[in-house]
């Protein structure tokens, strides 16, 4: 049996006569930590709203375990394991961590609309909450309102609600942008740590960050697949290179 949890087959999205993503045929292996890396522009998050139903392909198709789930609605999806965090926070900013993740957790549960009217009923829920928490190193604060958070911390919250989703592919969308240098490699290394069973899928630009937490990568430029390998053979590849350095030229 192959050991693919996540794979596309020819798959190209076009907007009017522009085309985003062009013919491509990505293979993620189950816990891999995979980076979808490439230049603005590139495709990166077409192909993510592609993999997650947030946008239909204009052809081919997506398998997650092997079953053909390019039909298959976003909430589907996710229920099926495949979970994304987005670029932007979309966090409540009133709310603790705690309560956050609690939410998050009571709502995969089928409780979520009446949690709050008895809330000591769901002891059990809080619990697993801070357990959660405190794999994310957010533990010490998870009493604190999020929007005095800082931010990496914020980022790692937005983890931390995907993951209570029990995700088996975790999509991850420029998880350390706006983070400040010294935070970015703690949000990486608690990502990379998370059980081998969650398959993760990163896009980010950092460099450094891509080469300490890949175990593959795929370079996409405007829309194709340009290079793929491990973290060796794309740090080695000129072509890759000169992408880069054309780009920051
Ligand atoms: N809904 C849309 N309508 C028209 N064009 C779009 C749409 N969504 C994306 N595009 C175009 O598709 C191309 C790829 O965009 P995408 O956001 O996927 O790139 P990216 O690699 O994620 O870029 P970045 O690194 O800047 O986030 C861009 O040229 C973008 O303008």
Same mark, same amino acid.
């Given at each position: ?27 993620? !292996? ?28 204009? !052809? ?97 919250? !937005? ?91």
């Amino acid at each position: 049996m192959s050991d693919l949890v996540l794979e596309t087959r020819g798959l190209k999205r076009n907007f009017g006569a522009f085309v985003a993503t062009n013919d491509v045929s990505l293979k993620v !292996e189950r816990g891999a930590r995979h980076a979808l890396i490439g230049p603005n522009g590139a495709g990166k998050t077409t192909l993510i709203n592609l993999l997650t139903g947030v946008i239909p392909p204009s !052809e081919g198709q997506v398998f997650l375990e092997g079953d053909d789930i390019t039909s298959l609605a976003s909430f589907k999806r996710v229920k099926r394991g495949l979970t994304r965090t987005f670029q932007i926070n979309q966090l409540f900013n009133g709310f603790t961590p705690l309560e956050t993740v609690t939410l998050a957790i009571a709502e995969r549960n089928g409780i979520g609309h009446n949690l709050w009217s008895s809330i000591a009923g769901y002891g059990q829920i809080v619990e697993e909450a801070a357990e959660l928490l405190a794999r994310f190193g957010l533990a010490s604060i998870m009493g604190e309102r999020t929007v005095i958070l800082p931010y990496g911390k914020q980022r790692l919250l !937005e983890i931390a609600l995907a993951f209570a989703s029990k995700p088996r592919v975790l999509l991850l969308d420029e998880p350390a942008a706006g983070v400040p240098e010294d935070e970015r490699h703690e949000v990486l290394s608690i990502v990379s740590d998370l059980p081998k069973d969650v398959t993760v899928l990163l896009i980010e630009h950092d460099m450094d960050l891509v080469f300490s937490f890949a175990s593959r990568i795929s370079v996409l430029v405007a829309g194709a697949v340009f290079a793929e390998g491990s973290v060796s053979e794309i740090s080695a590849d000129a072509r890759v290179k000169a992408v880069y350095l054309g780009e920051n030229a």
